[in-house]
Structure formats: C-alpha cells, structure tokens
C-alpha cells in the first residue's frame, strides 16, 4: 500500500515493530528497530529557511532521510528513547536547534 501523510513530505510514525515511514511517491517502509545503527539530525541551508533531516542508520549501511516537515517529524524523535539508546539529553530541542553550521547530531543509538 503506497501512502503520503497529509503533507507532500509524508509522514513518519514510531511504533513497537519499528519506524514507519511514508513518502511522497514511494512504497510504506517499516524499519524494525533492531535493525537501526543510529539516527541523527542533520541541517541544510535553503535560502530563507533552514532544512532540517533525520536520518535512520540500518545494519545493511543504507540510510533513509526523513524531512521536517513530515506529519509526525518531533513526535517521532520524542519517541526514539523508548525504543533506541539516546545519546543527547533532549533530541527534540537538539533537532530545533540544529543549524547549517553544525556538524550532524547522533541522536540515539541502538540497544
């Protein structure tokens, strides 16, 4: 079943078999939190604002991005510490403070 969130940039949704992602034109994913290395919060320059990224580390060495402006983006990250290793006290404050300047942020680990 192919599904976009209510925005064009989808949605992600944390649930106990992993971390749901739906995308504008592509398959629903489902990443099962034992396989996820790290999820870290990156920030890229877009003219007048600022574009902020999560991106879920698998085992297998690939990467999917998430964008902030997906249904779900902050409630998601809150969520990372039930099911991950967090790293950084608060990711959501870390994720709205996060600027072009910085280097990425891991944010949580896996157990």
């Given at each position: 079943?192919?599904?976009?969130?209510?925005?064009?940039?989808?949605?992600?949704?944390?649930?106990?078999?992993?971390?749901?992602?739906?995308?504008?034109?592509?398959?629903?994913?489902?990443?099962?939190?034992?396989?996820?290395?790290?999820?870290?919060?990156?920030?890229?320059?877009?003219?007048?604002?600022?574009?902020?990224?999560?991106?879920?580390?698998?085992?297998?060495?690939?990467?999917?991005?998430v964008?902030?402006?997906?249904?779900?983006?902050?409630?998601?990250?809150?969520?990372?510490?039930?099911?991950?290793?967090?790293?950084?006290?608060?990711?959501?404050?870390?994720?709205?403070?996060?600027?072009?300047?910085?280097?990425p942020?891991?944010?949580?680990?896996?157990?």
């Amino acid at each position: 079943m192919e599904s976009t969130g209510s925005t064009p940039y989808g949605a992600i949704v944390s649930e106990p078999g992993g971390a749901r992602i739906m995308g504008r034109g592509m398959p629903e994913i489902l990443i099962p939190w034992d396989e996820l290395v790290d999820v870290s919060v990156s920030a890229y320059d877009a003219g007048q604002d600022v574009e902020r990224v999560l991106s879920f580390g698998h085992a297998s060495g690939h990467v999917v991005e998430v964008w902030h402006r997906a249904d779900g983006w902050e409630r998601a990250i809150s969520d990372l510490g039930t099911y991950m290793s967090l790293v950084v006290d608060d990711p959501v404050a870390r994720c709205r403070t996060i600027t072009p300047d910085d280097e990425p942020v891991i944010l949580a680990r896996a157990r």
